[in-house]
């Protein structure tokens, strides 16, 4: 399909950390570039190296990757900047979009969205301490609880030079239910002055289709749960066609990288098992010949030996 549309892994907290990042760069490929799931902004003058990990040059070597930050405290903003500066960064994206509700309480992620004040002395103070070539961005909803709180927040943004706006259509009070808005995203886009990039429920080459056709003046997308569900839609929207055996053993393989990218980090065996375990439920059962009853031994597998069983079993279909 001949698109000029840009496709970029979406931060997935939980799913796409350095370790998934790296091992998805080494054996699928196809998405140059990804937004690291949030760091919470933290006190004090010097952020921790460890607080950082994730963003460690070393395990980001497959991907280009752009650094986001979760938080309302303008002041913790100056020491996060230059940490991650220390690391060679030059832009990061501000997440105006977590929907959970103990975040949204404390008027983070989507739950700062009805404060365009608040926003706006954030912004304030991140570009008074950016000077010099360091690039910003916010990942937003539409709103917290109503759409109708875009508008005064697209005032404040605006005033801004933001490098782009990436937009999740639902509100946060909807967390991940219904679908995203693209009626309210069309009359929402003339008025948004930095570049719009697009997030939100795109699971196959299709829906990509209909995206571009609706807004062809939205030149980036951002794949989430989309590329949990089949790690190949990235190449399948560069116009590849992968045979079924393909993507099952290079599935394989990501899942046998992704392992042991989690040990060479220190993780512990036994804790491997339970962070690998949600990647094989969200795979698209159909597309990854997944059968109900492997499946469902997959959600109760408990020791790495009968896992590595599984495992062998799903590559001698
Ligand atoms: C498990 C999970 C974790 C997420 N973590 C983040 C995050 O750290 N930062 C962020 O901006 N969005 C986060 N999101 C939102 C996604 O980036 C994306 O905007 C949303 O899932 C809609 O896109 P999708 O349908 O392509 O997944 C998360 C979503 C899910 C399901």
Redesign the pocket.
């Known amino acids: 399909m001949g698109s000029t549309m840009e496709y970029l892994l ?6 796409t950390d350095c370790r998934y990042r790296q091992a998805y760069a080494d054996t699928v490929g196809g998405l140059p570039r990804a ?1 690291a ?2 760091v919470v902004l933290v006190p004090g003058r010097r952020v921790r190296l460890s607080h950082l990990r994730d963003l460690w040059p070393e395990y980001n070597r497959g991907m280009a990757v752009e650094p ?1 930050i979760l938080g309302n405290e303008e002041a913790y903003f100056p020491a996060m900047v230059e940490a991650l500066r220390a690391y060679g960064y030059n832009s990061l994206n501000w ?1 105006l ?2 929907p959970i509700r103990s975040v949204a309480a404390k008027h983070r992620g989507s739950g700062l969205l009805p404060y365009p004040a608040q926003v706006d002395r954030f912004l304030e103070r991140a570009y008074a301490c950016t000077q010099g070539g360091f690039g910003l961005s916010v ?1 937003i909803r539409l709103g917290y609880r109503d759409r109708a709180e875009i508008w005064p927040l697209l005032d404040v943004l605006n005033r801004y030079p933001l490098r782009y706006v990436a937009v ?1 259509p639902r509100t946060g009070v909807q967390g ?1 239910g219904g679908r995203p808005d693209w009626d309210f995203l069309e009359t929402v886009l003339p008025h948004v002055k930095a570049p719009v990039y697009y ?4 699971f196959t080459v299709e829906d990509a289709h209909r995206l571009s056709q609706r807004f062809p003046a939205i030149q980036v997308c ?5 590329v949990l569900n089949d790690p190949f839609l990235p190449r399948r929207l560069h116009g590849e066609t992968i045979a079924p055996d393909t993507a099952r053993r290079q599935c394989l393989a990501l899942m046998e990288r992704l392992h042991e990218n989690q040990l060479a980090y220190g993780i512990r065996p036994q804790s491997v098992l339970k962070r690998l375990k949600p990647y094989w439920l969200r795979l698209d059962r159909h597309l990854y010949g997944l059968s109900d009853d492997w499946t469902a031994r997959m959600k109760t597998v408990q020791t790495l030996t009968d896992y590595a069983d599984l495992i062998k079993e799903y590559g001698n279909i």
């Not at 979406?10 to 799913?15: E, R, T």
């Not at 951002?222 to 989309?226: A, I, K, T, W």
């Open positions: 979406a931060p997935l907290d939980g799913f937004i799931p949030f986001q997440n979009g977590c990942k999740h991940y997030s939100g429920d795109i951002l794949l989430g749960r989309g």
